[in-house]
């Protein structure tokens, strides 16, 4: 079966970019984003061993949990795209983790839907923007709004302990740069907030096109689609 092959090649991958740089493949852990693609596909996964699978829209997500878990699939699920704050009390109902937090009104809605809506605290990583781009999300460090600032999210995040555990930082590499700056920058960003936040010590970096880069800049989190599920299917313009 397909999905099986590419699953081996991409953990074959990680643990090549793991001994080229002499980091513990058991460092890493592959989130399989299966965004646009059937629920079933995650089942499949699981099966494989896959314990990790990653979204980025609510309501694709929503849909796809409910009929993972019915099928008696239990996996963890990471929403990795951009949360508008009216969804908050969605995504916080089926993810254990959420990399992309990059306001802190963003992360003062999670908490507060967290504590309505969930048993245990949410992990939730701070979204760093690289290039300061708004465009694809992601907090800036510095820049001129602070409630934006990767440092004052990451301390918001921290702020509300009973709800959000501070895990660590996420980014997505901005196709304009060398992935290796851009993850260089990413690992600088992480020192500085595990410095503030000792247990923020996750770095979710690297996809399809670029794990090797993050691997060796110290992502412990790469979070493949193409390279697994093959490639997306545009959506059609409505
Ligand atoms: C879609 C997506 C991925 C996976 O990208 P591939 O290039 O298919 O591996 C990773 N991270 C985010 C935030 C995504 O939206």
């Not at 089942?43 to 829209?57: F, I, K, P, Q, S």
């Not at 937090?101 to 839907?113: F, H, I």
């Not at 694809?136 to 301390?155: E, K, N, Q, Y």
């Not at 600088?188 to 800049?217: F, K």
């Amino acid at each position: 079966m397909e999905l099986a092959a590419n699953l081996e090649r991409q953990r074959r991958r990680v643990g090549a970019a793991c001994a080229a740089v002499g980091r513990d493949p058991g460092e890493v852990t592959i989130v399989v984003v299966t965004k646009t693609f059937p629920a079933s596909d995650v089942v499949h996964l699981a099966g494989l061993g896959v314990a990790d699978v990653g979204e980025n829209r609510d309501q694709e997500a929503a849909a796809k949990a409910v009929e993972v878990t019915a099928a008696g699939i239990d996996v963890r699920w990471h929403f990795v795209g951009q949360v508008q704050r009216n969804k908050a009390k969605s995504v916080v109902r089926y993810a254990e983790v959420v990399h992309s937090v990059d306001s802190t009104a963003l992360a003062q809605a999670l908490a507060r839907a967290a504590d309505r809506f969930r048993e245990r605290p949410l992990d939730v990583l701070v979204q760093v923007s690289i290039d300061g781009d708004p465009a694809r999300g992601g907090a800036p460090v510095g820049g001129s709004d602070p409630s934006r600032d990767a440092l004052a999210v990451a301390a918001e995040c921290a702020a509300h302990p009973s709800h959000l555990r501070l895990r660590g930082v996420m980014a997505v590499a901005p196709t304009t740069w060398p992935a290796d700056r851009a993850f260089g920058l990413l690992a600088s960003v992480a020192a500085r907030i595990r410095a503030a936040h000792p247990a923020a010590d996750w770095v979710s970096a690297g996809m399809s096109g670029d794990l090797e880069a993050a691997v060796a800049a110290g992502a412990t989190h790469v979070r493949l689609g193409a390279a697994i599920l093959g490639n997306r299917t545009p959506p059609a313009v409505a």
